[in-house]
């Protein structure tokens, strides 16, 4: 079974910076696209970042200039570092990747748990 794993989470005041990570496990042939996405309470999940195997980023306009995701694509780990926080990126931050299955060779969507960034003073 694969699997997605965050971690990093917790809460920060304003200004502050936090650095979340995913760790992809089970049996795996590739991992292709990898991201972040974040739902608020009361609102829509919402893409914050996105990468390529090949490293091409994609940012949402919310966060470029505060956010860097980046790939240990060896290690099958995504990050996403983000700084200047501000109040409005309270949500919960969910990985999401596709993922050849290394038995059936399948692409699965895969999403983590989540994990909850709040950000207040």
């Known amino acids: 079974q694969v699997q997605l794993v965050e971690s990093g989470g917790g809460w920060v005041q304003p200004g502050g910076s936090l650095r979340l990570s995913c760790a992809a496990s089970g049996t795996i042939f590739s991992v292709t696209a990898m991201g972040w996405y974040r739902q608020a309470p009361g609102k829509e999940r919402e893409l914050v970042a996105s990468i390529t195997r090949r490293g091409l980023t994609n940012y949402a306009d919310s966060v470029k200039g505060r956010f860097t995701i980046s790939r240990d694509s060896a290690k099958n780990i995504l990050y996403v570092q983000m700084n200047n926080l501000k109040p409005e990126d309270t949500a919960v931050y969910y990985c999401?990747?596709?993922?050849?299955?290394?038995?059936?060779?399948?692409?699965?969507?895969?999403w983590g748990q989540g994990t909850l960034v709040t950000v207040s003073s």
């Open positions: 999401n990747a596709l993922i050849t299955n290394g038995v059936t060779l399948v692409d699965l969507e895969v």
